[in-house]
């Protein structure tokens, strides 16, 4: 197997985990994965007295795909109602 030919093979991997990635049932289990994520660490933080919580979280659809969560600081009249 020539260069070439394990540069196609490779492109071809890549472009069947993009679109892959990029359907709309592995999107939403996704979502669902990093709010799970999101509301345990936020159960953790405010059991741990903290005054921060995840409070964004970001998809990116790359190669590798990413989850950025993005953490704010509360008011800790707020952090009471969370």
Same mark, same amino acid.
């Given at each position: 197997?020539?260069?070439?030919? #394990? =540069?196609? !093979?490779l492109?071809? $991997? *890549? &472009?069947?985990?993009?679109?892959?990635?990029?359907?709309?049932?592995?999107? %939403?289990?996704t979502?669902? #994965? =990093?709010? !799970?994520?999101?509301? $345990? *660490? &936020?159960?953790?933080?405010?059991?741990?007295?903290?005054?921060?919580?995840? %409070?964004?979280?970001?998809?990116?659809?790359?190669?590798?795909?990413s989850?950025?969560?993005?953490?704010?600081?509360?008011?800790?009249?707020?952090?009471?109602?969370?």
């Amino acid at each position: 197997m020539g260069i070439l030919d #394990k =540069a196609k !093979e490779l492109g071809d $991997k *890549v &472009n069947e985990s993009v679109t892959a990635f990029s359907s709309d049932e592995v999107i %939403a289990n996704t979502v669902i #994965k =990093a709010v !799970e994520k999101q509301e $345990k *660490v &936020n159960a953790i933080l405010k059991q741990k007295g903290c005054n921060y919580r995840v %409070a964004d979280i970001d998809l990116g659809m790359g190669i590798p795909p990413s989850v950025t969560f993005g953490v704010r600081r509360v008011n800790e009249s707020e952090g009471s109602s969370e």
